[in-house]
């Protein structure tokens, strides 16, 4: 079975600064991968997805990530993060683009001015 | 175009009480997936409809039950409530290989 670690439960992160977020996925063949946004209270918003080709993926917000199957890692970066970044960031893996998802715990993303 | 709606928003309910939980897909989309979310976890799968046809059940006890209705629509049921059933309810639809996209959810508080 697949599963996601995302080893940080927080991080906090001065306003203009980079940002990344760990991901580490155990899965046997190529996995589909995504990056989702929740706010407090809110669902899932979808960042961004890897499923096959170039390993570095562009999404929504200015974010990125990098798919290296030899690290088993897909780590969301952002090159200056704004306030409004603050909230629940949770990688999720799929054996396909149609299935259902395994999520890691989550990181909480603190933004101080 | 809408994305994918639930109702309700917030839910309270008593011990040994059943609840229903209604989801709206985005216009097209056939499959509908059920996720619970408690606090402080990521979201557990449930269910996943496609079809009208059961295409998956996430580690849950028999007491949870969803459908699928022609329109595509979902309802997942939860009987004899527990106190730890309190959680966020997230529904999901797709339409091909893109991945899910989430509801705001229903948040249900057990007491």
């Known amino acids: 079975a697949q599963s996601v670690t995302q080893p940080d439960i927080h991080i906090t992160v001065s306003e203009g600064a980079s940002l990344e977020l760990r991901c580490n996925y155990s899965y046997g063949a190529t996995p589909y991968l995504f990056w989702y946004v929740q706010s407090p209270g809110q669902g899932l918003q979808l960042l961004l997805k890897?499923?096959?080709?170039?390993?570095l993926v562009q999404g929504i917000k200015g974010f990125e990530a990098e798919f290296k199957r030899s690290q088993s890692s897909f780590n969301l970066r952002k090159p200056s993060v704004h306030w409004s970044d603050a909230a629940e960031y949770f990688c999720a893996v799929g054996l396909s683009g149609y299935s259902t998802l395994t999520f890691g715990k989550g990181t909480m993303l603190l933004v101080s001015p | 175009d809408a994305g994918v709606t639930q109702s309700p928003t917030h839910l309270i309910k008593t011990r040994g009480q059943q609840v229903t939980l209604r989801c709206s897909p985005i216009s097209g989309h056939k499959s509908v997936s059920w996720y619970q979310q408690v606090l402080g976890q990521g979201p557990q799968f449930i269910f996943q409809y496609y079809e009208k046809e059961e295409r998956g059940r996430g580690n849950f006890p028999d007491r949870f039950s969803a459908r699928q209705f022609p329109n595509y629509s979902s309802e997942l049921n939860v009987n004899a409530l527990l106190l730890g059933d309190s959680a966020l309810y997230l529904c999901a639809s797709s339409l091909s290989a893109e991945g899910e996209y989430f509801g705001p959810g229903t948040r249900l508080t057990v007491t």
């Open positions: 890897y499923f096959s080709g170039d390993t």
